[in-house]
């Protein structure tokens, strides 16, 4: 572990909490820690969240253009 990376410290609700155990079956079943295998549900989790904003920009864009051809379309 690095020197100077931050922990946390990361609690369950209870001992045999499903979410833990199913956690540390999937870390185990990839071969990897638990930390990490925390990390990188961060990281997609992120990424879904930047994906999403680009997904609803993406659409607000296309219901501009299509209020604007609608706009063009009513005019006489």
């Given at each position: 572990?690095?020197k100077d990376a931050q922990k946390f410290?990361?609690?369950?609700?209870?001992?045999?909490?499903?979410?833990?155990?199913?956690?540390?079956?999937?870390?185990?079943?990839?071969?990897?820690?638990?930390?990490?295998?925390?990390?990188?549900?961060?990281?997609?989790?992120?990424?879904?969240?930047?994906?999403?904003?680009?997904?609803?920009?993406?659409?607000?864009?296309?219901?501009?253009?299509?209020?604007?051809?609608?706009?063009?379309?009513?005019?006489?």
């Amino acid at each position: 572990m690095k020197k100077d990376a931050q922990k946390f410290i990361v609690r369950f609700y209870e001992a045999n909490d499903p979410l833990h155990v199913a956690a540390k079956k999937a870390a185990e079943g990839n071969h990897i820690s638990l930390n990490s295998f925390i990390l990188q549900a961060i990281e997609e989790k992120l990424g879904r969240g930047k994906a999403m904003d680009k997904v609803i920009e993406a659409a607000q864009e296309a219901l501009r253009l299509q209020s604007i051809s609608v706009l063009r379309i009513e005019k006489p």
